[in-house]
């Protein structure tokens, strides 16, 4: 028993009041990450709040027998289905990665920018291509709110990306841009 128990049982102190709601803490999400201020005014570390895959649940019943008309509608969804994969396929057959860049960031103040260039792999036929994706992967110690990428230029060997902090503190970390296209 505490100190404090035992002082309020032995002489009976009446029960504290409840207080005033107090300020929702300052955070940061990134993705399922979580991230607290501290009363020091730096941020804590971000913990993944995503958890385990559940247990796979139990069968459901039998349903009712089909009829033709279920298995005509069956066999007009597979068609569908088949030939929009064969487009997706077409469509990933003529998209590939054709870069990467690594990406350090020391001290980038709230609302700061860093330019960064990815240089392609091969030059592409000309500068007419479309930016399928610009993922950014392995966010390593980066303590923040926000990132916001934007296309800055883009040539026939590469295109350069404007690199923002739209957090709520500085943005320290690397990463990496994997860039897709099609072209």
Known sequence: MTPQIKAAIENELPAPQKGDKGDIPAHAWAGTNLAFECTDGTMGEFVDLK??????????????????????????????????????????????????AQVSLTALAVGGTKDVAVNFLKLMPSANYSLTDALLTNLSG????????????????????????????ALTGTFIIQVSAQG
């Open 142 to 169: 980066v303590t923040i709110g926000g990132i916001q990428v934007t296309v800055k230029t883009k040539t026939a060997a590469g295109v350069t990306f404007t690199v923002k902090n739209t957090g709520i503190a």
């Open 51 to 100: 958890g385990a895959k559940g247990d796979k649940g139990a069968k459901g019943d039998k349903g009712d027998a089909g009829t033709n008309a279920d298995e005509t509608r069956t066999a007009t969804l597979e068609s569908k289905t088949s030939t929009l994969e064969s487009k997706v396929a077409a469509i990933e057959a003529r998209t590939a990665t054709v870069g990467t």
